[in-house]
């Protein structure tokens, strides 16, 4: 079964159970996978990593405004966007590990004979493939300097 089939099997659900906020939050996915498949160049409709890579925005958008919101102090906000972030985690891959990240990024940095930080690209546009919705970009960049810098 497709995402997109999935979240329509899972609106009909809140609807008959009247879940309001969890409607509110599947809706917005929908709402983004229709304007995927509807963007120019989409074809027929988008594949499996398209669909994490905007499962992976929504996500750190929630969490980003969830932080912002806590920082001022509005916690109703907040907690709304951290509602919303759980629904859509329930559709995400299991997030890797520190560990799982940096076993995989040396395994990625011998492949491509990576030996410094200039080497930074070839290691992150790989990794940025191979853990697409697995990893957060910005803790894979993090790790990819470190191990090259070292």
Do not use: W
């Amino acid at each position: 079964m497709s995402l997109k089939q999935q979240i329509d099997n899972d609106i009909k659900q809140a609807m008959l159970q009247r879940k309001k906020e969890e409607l509110t939050a599947l809706r917005a996915i929908k709402s983004a996978i229709l304007l995927a498949e509807t963007e120019k160049g989409a074809g027929d409709g988008i594949d499996k990593d398209v669909e994490m890579k905007l499962l992976a925005k929504q996500a750190k958008q929630r969490k980003d405004s969830a932080d912002i919101f806590l920082k001022e102090g509005r916690n109703d906000l907040a907690e709304k966007e951290l509602f919303e972030l759980g629904i859509i985690s329930k559709y995400l891959p299991k997030q890797m590990s520190d560990e799982e990240i940096t076993a995989q990024l040396k395994q990625i940095i011998s492949e491509v004979g990576a030996s410094g930080p200039q080497d930074m690209g070839k290691v992150m546009g790989r990794a940025s493939k191979e853990m697409a919705g697995k990893a957060d970009g910005k803790k894979i960049s993090e790790l990819v300097k470190s191990l090259l810098a070292g």
